[in-house]
């Protein structure tokens, strides 16, 4: 049986831990889930990100930036890294 989900805030809030880890970033949703293990920065930086809108934590936290303590966004490697674990748009209704 196929279900319908509207990719909203109520929706990802329910994906809020590392074993069911959706983030929001400039509108897309993403399930980070299988990535818990492998980012640089660590399960805990991932972790505080989960069901919530992950925007500004993602533009401003690369733990690969700069040594000198300044905060800038994901490196290039790190946004097409991210399109994996893409699954829809704010507010688009998908089937799963």
């Known amino acids: 049986i196929k279900k319908s989900l509207i990719l909203n805030m ?20 993403y399930d980070i889930t299988s990535y818990f293990g492998l980012h640089p920065g660590g399960n805990r930086n991932m972790s ?5 809108d992950a925007t500004a934590a993602y533009m401003t936290q690369d733990p690969n ?7 800038s966004a ?4 790190a946004r097409s890294l991210l399109n994996n674990y893409y699954i829809g748009d704010l507010n688009q209704t998908i089937s799963s």
Do not use: F, M
């Open 48 to 52: 505080a990100t989960c069901g919530i």
């Open 10 to 29: 109520t929706e990802i809030n329910k994906h809020n831990n590392q074993n069911d880890c959706w983030i929001l970033i400039s509108g897309k949703v």
């Open 74 to 77: 994901h490196s290039s490697r």
């Open 65 to 71: 930036a700069s040594s000198s303590g300044s905060k």
